[in-house]
């Protein structure tokens, strides 16, 4: 909907008049798709300023640390509801009733075991290969097994695509994390709930009994909700554009875990408590914080700041709450919360963090709750890729259910060199 328009007038003169659209939240955006006729494009690296598409999934307000999916505030999704409702919320728009409910989970747990084939792929990794290695190749390995239901037009074909991701992404990480450390599979079972199923699939060995701990599997599963989805976050707008070729969906969510994996992303909650490790104990966390401080030195505090909020994190908030009510519930006194809880005090009260609005994101707390739960540390990005699959699948199918969706084209500022004379290699 467009009632104001942008004029924009280059040395005086008007070159283009741009309808200004409104959505249901947040800034107001101007439509630049008739700028190219003008002889213009517009130039924004980064895409600080530049909104991707229209949707309807979760709104983020920056300045006022607000999230919210569907509507709904991430707190009370985090606290009042599992991360299955959460899938179902993201997915269809809104909150479930209990039999909606009953059947989204029946249909996700009769999901969860993937073909035994699947299997054999693990065996082509090294041993000490990264599990988001096998994780991206896995993943875009899936779509060799539904040759039949990959239709992208088809709204059934990709809703069974997203009931399939989400079921088996718990299976295939675990069976990464089991691979990596030479124990054999476990297969998912039925009776337990998601969060469960994972612990289990974790963590049990043939050998032996394994129950899980319910403090873990609520951790576990609030922790899937706080990294469910995130807006156009680079992950996502990977996800989108890959899906905009009409790549089908495992190829698309695989390009969203090769996304996610890089520390200024996914990867910070591992690079994080790598990070806590080194700086070791609190009475070196004055030294890291001048080192985050100086330009000339490419460190920086992992898990801090983010490209969009300017003030909190309001998942950080959430997660360290959990943080403390797991360390608290398993007796745990772990050094490295001692040392994240310093270097958070000392970080919002130094100028240069304030000055840069730079306040622990969702990566921050996370990695010490899942190193409490038990999970290595190269795990944590498998588990934050595992959690974000129902965000990415939500956002290709929100964009390929849009009428007239596009591939997307970037176009660029072009800085070469032009009309060269070319001299064969014979005469140089
Ligand atoms: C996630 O987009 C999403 O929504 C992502 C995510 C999601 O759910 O999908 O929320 C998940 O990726 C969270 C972010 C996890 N990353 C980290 O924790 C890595 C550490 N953080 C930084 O790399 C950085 O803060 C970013 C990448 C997160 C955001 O960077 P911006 O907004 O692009 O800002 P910038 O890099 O331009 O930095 C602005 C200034 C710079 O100083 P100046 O050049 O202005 O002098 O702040 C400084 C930076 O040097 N700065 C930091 C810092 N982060 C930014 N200085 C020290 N430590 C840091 N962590």
Known sequence: ?????????????????????????????????????AGYFTYDPGFLATASCESEITFIDGAKGVLQHRGYPIDSLAKQADYL????????????????????K??????????????????????????????????????????????????A????????????????SAMAYKYSIGQPFVYPRNDLTYAENFLHMMFSVPAEEYTVSPVLAQAMDRIFTLHADHEQNASTSTVRLAGSSGANPYACIAAGVASLWGPAHGGANEACLNMLEEIGDVSRVDEFVKKAKD????????GFGHRVYKNFDPRATVMRETCHEVLKELNIQDPLLDVAMALEKVALEDDYFIEKKLYPNVDFYSGIILKAIGIPTNMFTVIFAMSRTVGWISHWDEMLSQPGHKIGRPRQNYVGEVDRDFTPLKDR
């Open 1 to 37: 909907m467009a009632d104001k328009k942008a004029s924009l007038s280059v040395d005086g003169e008007i070159v283009a008049e741009l309808p200004i659209l409104s959505g249901s939240a947040g800034n107001d955006v101007i439509d630049i798709r008739t700028l190219g006729g």
């Open 85 to 104: 409702e959460v899938c179902y919320i993201l997915l269809n728009g809104q909150a479930p009733t209990k039999s909606q409910y009953d059947e989204f």
């Open 106 to 155: 029946s249909i996700i747990t009769n999901h969860t075991m993937v073909h035994e084939k699947l299997a054999h792929f693990f065996q082509g990794f090294l041993p000490d290969a990264h599990p988001m290695a096998m994780l991206c190749g896995v993943v875009g390995a899936m779509s060799s097994f539904y040759h039949s239901d990959l239709d992208i037009d088809d709204p």
């Open 157 to 172: 074909q990709r809703m069974r695509s997203a009931h399939r991701l989400i079921a088996k992404m718990p299976t295939i």
């Open 295 to 302: 330009k000339n030195d490419p460190f920086r505090l992992m």
